[in-house]
């Protein structure tokens, strides 16, 4: 077993992983940030409060008993709430991270397909003949010139 593991590890693909990992939550980090306070703060004042992040619905009240005027103090009272003002901020969080994935997946699928045509372009297409050096199709079985059969490329 340890030496699946060290086999494992020693592909190039999991190094790849661990970077596109580490880059991913450095990724995600940038995005919520973007969302928490650029994004979201003129959302917010649309709907008529400073920070969308701190809508919320009292459930049950805390210890001390409400309104509380911020999801904090609410928090800190003890009471229970939904916190929906927090999970909209985490649904266009994802949306822009899954958005900035496909754009990258799309690009890489592109540039997938750019080499493929390259090389199909690079891939000779005549042979000479070994007989008499004639150009001929890569695809020829005979010579059309000398009819020599031409050798089989394996």
């Keep these: ?7 494992f590890i020693k592909r190039g693909n999991v190094l790849d992983l661990a ?3 580490v880059l991913g939550g450095a ?8 969302v928490s306070d650029i994004l979201m703060p003129p959302i917010g004042l649309i709907f008529g409060d400073a ?4 809508q919320f619905v009292v459930m049950k009240n805390g210890a001390t008993a ?8 609410a928090k800190k009272a003890g009471a229970v709430t939904l916190n929906y003002g927090s999970f909209i901020d985490a649904v266009i969080a994802f949306i822009i991270v899954a958005f900035a994935m496909f754009i990258i997946v799309r690009y890489y699928k592109r540039m997938q ?11 000779p297409t005549t042979k000479n003949c070994p007989f008499c ?9 005979k010579c059309a010139f000398c009819t020599a059969d031409m050798p ?3």
Excluded: H, N
Aim: glycine fraction near 2%; avoid cysteine.
């Design 1 to 7: 077993m340890l030496k699946d593991f060290r086999d």
């Design 19 to 21: 970077v596109a990992f």
């Design 27 to 34: 990724f995600t980090v940038i995005v919520k940030s973007l």
């Design 51 to 54: 920070s969308l992040a701190d």
């Design 66 to 73: 409400g309104p509380y005027d911020t999801l904090a103090a």
């Design 113 to 123: 397909e750019m080499i493929k045509k390259e090389v199909a372009a690079a891939a």
């Design 133 to 141: 050096q004639s150009s001929v199709s890569i695809k020829a079985t």
């Design 152 to 154: 089989s490329e394996a």
